[in-house]
């Protein structure tokens, strides 16, 4: 409706401005041409646009919220359009002088969640093992744009590692995994949520069984796991073709159901993998029940409730523990046209482990970037270290992939961060970040909440 409504207005804008254009010259406006247009500070209930005129001229801004105008005669004109909503996307057409609505240049933004941008452009790091080989608790919130680190910022009510930790609708999800208990892991089936803007905590329904080394993807309304197992030895609780589907939304604290997959899914744990437009994409991984390392790789779509049919390639180097990244930039990113891709980085290439945590690891350093519709796996830059379950993730603002943390060795965790250009991450080289973690850890996910 309100897109509608929008077109509606401008197209009765539109008539009226041609209506008095030939007045416009008689009284002496001089013709000016809109020319570089941008969205010059955005807020949660505001936004300020600038944009350039070929000549001094007036400039109008049309949009939802109604026309403003800035009766100055500038080539720079700078409007800020007040009492917006929150993420909400809004469409604007600047003008100069004489020109028509049609004429003009168009801009399309998104308000922001909150007024604190380091939580929504923000890379939060979760879960994973620490220095003392157990289960780290606290959240920490690394700001690409600033560099700055927020350590501490919440803790995980319930410490666990190996657990599927996704984003989906603006709240963090930590699912299963496996907790410490008395010294000794065990699978988990807790399911707890974070609300970032309200700093909140809640528990959620428990899954219908403890699942650990799983593959997640929020997909529309609901989250889906798949694969990994529900026993700390892999052979004891393989997942076979069973999708857990949650409805968060449905009940006070949400439903599980478990079906199976009209096609086959691979038994494994540890596989790296992601969601791209409905896809769940998942790679490499551990066989459930001989714990050798893997190079196929397929993706499930949940609507068709099967795999897909594109023959999706197979890594270039068989390896478990990899972080999977999915890049896939939106129309709002500054750079919309950047490659959607899907990455394997770091990882283990050893093989005949079936226990969680692993007793044998042979970290490597090599990247691997499937560019959606190539057909293939590519080697990319190696890192500068090999590293065994690192995290992965990209920041749209600033046109880099990062990666963090790490083990170096067996129980041997990392706190450095490297970073690559995105925009064209096979040929870039990857740099040390002059910040390190606030705390060393591997196994952990490094997520945005909007995404």
Not at 53 to 69: F, H, L, Q, R
Not at 242 to 264: C, D, M, R, V
Request: hydrophobic letters at 35%; proline letters at 7%; a negative charge.
């Amino acid at each position: 409706m309100r897109s509608l409504y929008f077109i509606f207005i401008i197209l009765l804008l539109g008539i009226l401005r041609c209506g008095d254009s030939g007045l416009s010259s008689i009284l002496g406006e001089e013709a000016s041409e809109a020319g570089f247009a941008y969205v010059a500070k955005l807020g949660p209930n505001s936004a300020a646009l600038s944009w350039n005129c070929s000549g001094p001229a007036k400039g109008n801004v049309y949009s939802e919220v109604g026309m403003i105008s800035d009766p100055s005669s500038l080539k720079t004109h700078w409007i800020e359009l007040k009492y917006l909503r929150p993420n909400t996307e809004y469409n604007a057409i600047v003008t100069c002088g004489s020109q028509t609505i049609l004429e003009g240049k168009s801009l399309r933004f998104k308000t922001w969640i909150s007024n604190d941008p380091p939580k929504t452009r923000g890379i939060w790091i979760v879960g994973g093992i620490g220095s003392t080989a157990v289960p780290v608790a606290e959240i920490d919130l690394f700001d690409p744009v600033t560099g700055i680190w927020y350590p501490s910022i919440t803790s995980v009510p319930t410490p666990r590692v190996y657990a599927s930790i996704l984003s989906h609708k603006s709240k963090i999800y930590v699912i299963g995994g496996m907790e410490l208990i008395s010294g000794v892991y065990t699978s988990s089936s807790k399911v707890e949520v974070y609300d970032p803007y309200l700093d909140i905590w809640e528990s959620k329904a428990s899954l219908p069984f403890g699942s650990q080394g799983a593959v997640s993807g929020s997909v529309g309304d609901e989250i889906y796991i798949l694969s990994g197992s529900n026993s700390t030895d892999m052979t004891n609780g393989p997942v076979f073709n069973t999708i857990l589907k949650f409805y968060p939304e449905l009940g006070t604290n949400g439903q599980w159901i478990s079906y199976s997959s009209a096609s086959t899914i691979f038994s494994r744990v540890d596989m790296a993998g992601c969601a791209i437009d409905g896809t769940i994409f998942y790679s490499g991984g551990r066989t459930y029940n001989t714990g050798s390392a893997n190079a196929s790789t397929d993706g499930f779509v949940p609507p068709a409730n099967t795999t897909t049919s594109f023959g999706e390639p197979s890594l270039v180097e068989s390896k478990h523990g990899g972080v999977g990244l999915c890049i896939n930039p939106s129309s709002q990113d500054p750079f919309p046209a950047d490659g959607v891709w899907f990455a394997v980085i770091g990882g283990s290439t050893g093989s005949g482990n079936v226990f969680q945590p692993a007793t044998f690891i042979l970290p490597t350093n090599k990247t691997e970037f499937y560019q959606l519709g190539s057909g293939v796996f590519t080697s990319g830059p190696t890192l500068p270290s090999s590293l065994y379950y690192p995290a992965a993730q990209t920041s749209y603002e600033t046109r880099q992939i990062f990666v963090f943390g790490g083990a170096s060795a067996i129980n041997v965790p990392e706190d450095s961060v490297y970073y690559l250009d995105s925009g064209n991450p096979i040929l870039s080289a990857w740099s040390l970040h002059p910040k390190t973690m606030p705390r060393r850890r591997y196994g952990h996910k490094a997520i945005r909440i909007d995404r």
